[in-house]
């Protein structure tokens, strides 16, 4: 088993910044793949953004692309997501993935976390 605990969401202005945080815990982080995913209300779940078990290679959404990072460290067993020159419709329930044979996706995840909530007010 692999618990994963999302933390650093919030409410924050167009335009500012939020680093979200995972903690995981259970198994070996660094066998991992990890993910982080998005739900907006009324909506489903969405990627993000994706990383290797080394994090040299990071995979996103084309909605983010250019202003979210996604980086990770395995002797912390915590991955990031940098988020920066947010928008309100960036607006969602964020979530943590593991998926231990191939990225997470949203039908395909090992482990999710509880999630964190982000707030972009215009």
């Known amino acids: 088993q692999v618990q994963l605990v999302e933390s650093g969401g919030g409410l924050v202005q167009t335009g500012g910044s939020l680093r979200l945080s995972c903690a995981a815990s259970?198994?070996?982080?660094?066998?991992?793949?990890m993910g982080w995913f998005r739900q907006a209300p009324g909506k489903e779940r969405e990627f993000v953004a994706a990383i290797s078990l080394s994090g040299r290679n990071t995979y996103y959404a084309d909605s983010v692309k250019g202003r979210f990072t996604i980086s990770r460290d395995n002797a912390r067993n915590t991955v990031y997501l940098q988020m920066i020159s947010l928008k309100p419709e960036d607006t969602a329930l964020y979530y943590c993935?593991?998926?231990?044979?191939?990225?997470?996706?949203?039908?395909?995840?090992?482990?999710w976390g509880q999630g964190t909530q982000v707030t972009v007010s215009s």
């Open positions: 993935a593991a998926r231990y044979t191939n990225y997470p996706t949203t039908v395909e995840s090992d482990y």
């Open positions: 259970g198994r070996t982080f660094s066998n991992y793949r």
